[in-house]
């Protein structure tokens, strides 16, 4: 692919480029698998709580006081390999596997006005703004939120309105109890298209609605509705202690945050702008622009919180670009022009920014060296050993 770019820059995008998105999941999957020490608090304790998913299945589900059985499912899968850093490969594939099966399949019905240029800039998005091994090593939530927007995908873009769909809706309510949120934007992201710029309301009134629904916590029904409220709740007024200070006193979270808001107040203003009345086709119109435009609006709200709430919503808006980019790169390319060669400077330059972040808080050495050095062979014998054992 490198060298694919390298030689047809600005040529057409070849026929069939879906046929990529398995390698590139892979190569994903690998880099997950080379994480091997990190000062993130997410993935450490995960290689903790591993160590205790040893006894029978069972048994570890009744006691799940949480209902997350998908969890519970994946943990001890991994547990019988012998080899906890499986958990990050499945991760990075099933991430980056949506994220790019989402890119290829919208760029190839698209191909016709989109350059490779295009291409290009849309994978820089989606690796660039937030790194991929943060990503990855946050395991449970992005995943949980990655697959309900793949079930979106299937539900509104592709119309496959059926049992693997329904399954993709429901399973990532078993991986985080917070992914109740992501199904619920699913579900009102139609009132987003409707009234638009309106819905930039809710930024500023949300952390309002999580203390009021907490208060009204024995009148919400369903388990997992309370369960998503409650850790809504937890994140909201988390705001000294343990992973909230280090995060206070994190110059990257700082960086992270700023560009951040600046991304998505670019994005939001772009779909806003290239949906006005007088305009003959609305991007906000095409399908899931309004569910990604709902879900950078919650990001925005999610400022107030001081753990990472924020920057797990924009992963979504970032992973999913081309929903938005290749409508936006179709129909109003001519009109935000400028717009968007800011954003790819931008993007350059934070593509830099977290070059350094990564250095500082990842042993991308040993990272290097394990991705190069890694093959398949440990991994198919681990996953014999989980299936046989």
Not at 57 to 76: A, G, M, P, Q
Not at 230 to 253: I, R
Request: glycine share 6%.
């Amino acid at each position: 692919m490198l060298t694919y770019f390298v030689f047809n820059y600005k040529k057409p995008i070849p026929i069939n480029i879906k046929k990529f998105t398995i390698p590139v999941a892979i190569c994903f999957a690998q880099y997950g698998y080379s994480i091997t020490s990190t000062n993130t608090n997410d993935l450490n304790r995960y290689y903790d709580q591993l160590l205790t998913y040893s006894g029978p299945l069972n048994s570890i589900i009744k006691s799940d006081s949480e209902t997350l059985y998908t969890r519970d499912v994946l943990f001890y899968l991994v547990n019988r390999t012998g080899d906890s850093q499986l958990l990050t490969y499945i991760v990075g594939f099933v991430i980056y596997g949506i994220a790019f099966y989402v890119l290829f399949d919208l760029v190839e019905k698209n191909r016709n006005v989109l350059s490779t240029r295009d291409l290009l800039f849309m994978i820089m998005v989606m690796v660039c703004v937030v790194i991929p091994a943060n990503a990855i090593g946050n395991v449970r939530n992005i995943t949980a939120y990655m697959l309900i927007s793949f079930a979106t995908y299937r539900d509104i873009v592709q119309k496959k309105r059926n049992l693997l769909t329904l399954f993709l809706y429901i399973v990532p309510l078993m991986l985080h109890s917070a992914a109740v949120f992501m199904l619920i934007i699913r579900i009102l992201q139609g009132l987003v298209k409707k009234i638009g710029l309106f819905s930039l309301v809710i930024a500023v009134f949300l952390p309002t609605l999580i203390n009021v629904a907490y208060e009204h916590l024995a009148v919400i029904p369903g388990s997992l509705l309370k369960a998503g409220v409650q850790k809504a709740y937890s994140y909201l007024n988390w705001t000294d202690g343990g992973w909230a200070t280090a995060v206070q006193n994190s110059m990257s979270d700082r960086i992270g945050r700023l560009y951040g808001i600046f991304f998505l107040i670019v994005v939001i203003g772009m779909i806003l702008y290239l949906s006005k009345k007088s305009d003959e086709i609305k991007v906000l119109n095409e399908p899931m622009v309004g569910y990604i435009l709902f879900v950078a609006v919650c990001a925005l709200g999610c400022l107030y919180i001081t753990t990472g709430a924020f920057w797990r919503f924009e992963a979504v808006v970032t992973l999913l670009c081309p929903v938005y980019l290749v409508p936006i790169l179709r129909y109003g390319r001519v009109k935000v022009e400028g717009i968007l060669r800011l954003v790819f400077l931008s993007v350059v330059v934070m593509a830099g920014v977290n070059m350094v972040i990564l250095i500082n808080n990842f042993e991308v050495l040993d990272m290097i060296a394990k991705y190069i050095v890694g093959n398949g062979v440990t991994i198919v014998i681990d996953l014999f050993r989980c299936i046989m054992l």
